[in-house]
């Protein structure tokens, strides 16, 4: 667990940008064109249905969707989400769901507030999840 831990806290070379002044995501780590939708293609290996990746903090993630379903979970801290004009705290050990297409955006967090995000196809839940359950 202090390995997972030490993970989650060090600073990604995109934070370290932005602790720098950079004061705008990188889009292009995230997104392909002006549409503000984040493209799975962008953080999913070739032929993944699933990966996770720790939040970015120190700066506000502007309003976007994405063509995949996210996971939210809270590890330390908290994080505040605005979904579809509705603000949601989440605290430590809590979970958001979002479906593709919802429309959110992220306010900033600091330095102890870790959470994670799961990006998931939703060709995960019919290959993976049913198969699990015999179906």
């Known amino acids: 667990m202090k390995e997972i831990d030490k993970i989650l806290r060090e600073i990604t070379d ?14 292009s780590i995230y ?10 293609k962008k953080l999913l290996e070739s032929g993944k249905l699933i990966t996770m990746r720790k939040h970015t903090r120190f700066i506000d993630f502007p309003e976007h969707t994405h063509d ?3 996971l939210i979970y809270t590890c330390q801290g908290s994080t ?21 297409g919802i429309s959110h955006s992220i306010k900033k967090s600091e330095q102890n507030d870790i959470a994670v995000n799961f990006i998931v196809l939703p060709r995960f839940f019919d290959d993976t999840l049913f198969h699990s359950m015999g179906e």
């Open 14 to 27: 995109e934070e370290q940008k932005i602790l720098e002044g950079k004061n705008v995501i990188d889009r």
């Open 31 to 40: 997104m392909g064109g002006r549409e503000n939708r984040i493209n799975s």
């Open 80 to 100: 505040t989400h605005i979904v579809e004009g509705k603000e949601i705290k989440l605290s430590e050990g809590e979970l958001l769901f979002l479906g593709q």
């Open 68 to 70: 995949y379903v996210e």
